[in-house]
Structures are given as structure tokens and as C-alpha cells.
């Protein structure tokens, strides 16, 4: 289930690990609100952000589709400013990452990030489906420290997928650390796919094979 559901679903699933950039925290929505006559709510920033990346993706179609270095870097670019790599790779890691070093887990987190952007990137050219995304709730968690925010990617054809975004504070701002694509989690998929080499070898270890491409992070 979880094979077909990604494969359906890779370009919303690269799109959504880009699709929150700029999202703000409270502080800072404050300060922009005081620039601005109406501040925009995380919902309305998704959405500005969402729509915003489709545009340039099809705008720069033919550029990208000749040099893959530009879209990585491009994607590299949103991804770094929205998703909050440690914390998703100490969720990844489970009881793993249990006593790990904060250095460890970044090896884990850059590796794990690099292998995605580079297996999945090019997903975000080869499915040309013109999307559109509808943003449909708002959904704070935890007393608000976690913000939900639901969605729909609108296709030319078949039904809407499904995309979530869990959202927490960090650094003052609004970062993903998990994406949920018709239901299935992000955090939890890898998490399930890790848990024997990481039984077998250190995060280290696990990393470095991540990197080196020997083992890939699979969400088809």
C-alpha cells in the first residue's frame, strides 16, 4: 500500500517538503504585521509558497530539465530555509537516536536529505501535471506548539491528493518535520525502512551509506 500510494504521489511529496518556505513564527508574524496592514496566516503562507514554487517550476520547465544541477540547487535552496532536518532525523532514528550525538544525527539528517532531493527531485519535471494546491484547515496541536496544516494538490487528472504538513517552532520560525501524503507519514515510512541497519551499524555508518548511495532512502 504505502509502494503505490508514494509512487502516485512523488511530485506532491517533493513539492510538499518545499511548500512551507517563510512560514513565521508568532514574533515575527508580529514584526511583519506591524510592516504590513494584514499579516498572513501559516495557511495562507503555504499556500502563497506552494503556488509560488509550481509557478517557478514550470516557468523554468525546459531550464531545469537541462540542468539537473539547477533544479537541486533550487530545491536544495527552499529546502534548507523550511524543513527542520535534526529534529525530523531524531524522529526518523526512534530509539536509535537515543543518546546520540547532536553530530551524529546531523550526518544522519544532511545524508537523508541529500539522498531524497536526489532520487526525488526530478520527480518535480517528470510528472507535468500542472498542479494547484488548496489549502483546507489549520489545525494547531500540543497546546499549539505544532500546527497542522491540510491540503489538496489538484491534479489535471484523477482525484485530489491529499497532502499534510506537521509544522513546530524552531529558530523562531515555522519548519516542517513531518509530511503525511494521503495519510501515509513521511517520518514514519523511513523510520520503518532504517530500523534494521540501524540495528546492524552506527548512525554514522548508516549515513555515510546514505551518502555514498549504496543505501537509499525509498518511499516507492
Do not use: C
Amino acid at each position: 500500500m504505502i509502494r503505490k500510494t508514494f509512487r502516485l504521489a512523488a511530485l506532491p511529496l517533493s513539492i510538499a517538503l518545499l511548500a512551507a518556505t517563510g512560514l513565521q513564527a508568532p514574533a515575527a508574524q508580529a514584526q511583519t504585521a506591524a510592516a504590513s496592514p494584514v499579516a498572513a496566516s501559516p495557511s495562507q503562507l503555504v499556500l502563497d509558497n506552494s503556488t509560488r514554487i509550481l509557478n517557478t517550476l514550470e516557468a523554468r520547465r525546459a531550464e531545469f530539465s537541462g540542468d539537473r544541477g539547477k533544479l537541486r540547487a533550487f530545491m536544495s535552496t527552499e529546502f534548507d530555509a523550511i524543513f527542520d532536518r535534526d529534529y525530523a532525523a531524531r524522529l526518523v532514528l526512534g530509539t536509535h537516536g537515543r543518546g546520540a550525538s547532536d553530530a551524529d544525527v546531523k550526518l544522519f539528517a544532511d545524508a537523508l536529505a541529500e539522498n531524497l532531493m536526489q532520487r526525488y527531485g526530478a520527480s518535480l519535471l517528470d510528472l507535468n501535471e500542472r498542479l494547484q494546491v488548496r489549502v483546507k484547515s489549520e489545525t494547531p496541536l500540543r497546546g499549539g506548539a505544532i500546527v497542522k496544516v491540510s491540503s489538496e494538490y489538484l491534479r489535471q487528472s484523477g482525484e485530489p491528493v491529499p497532502v499534510d504538513y506537521l509544522m513546530r517552532q524552531s529558530g523562531g520560525k515555522w519548519k516542517v518535520f513531518d509530511v503525511m501524503v494521503e495519510g501515509v507519514s513521511f517520518v514514519q515510512t523511513f523510520r520503518n525502512q532504517f530500523d534494521t541497519p540501524l540495528r546492524q551499524k552506527s548512525i554514522a555508518q548508516v549515513a555515510a551509506e546514505l551518502k555514498a548511495g549504496s543505501l537509499r532512502a525509498s518511499a516507492d
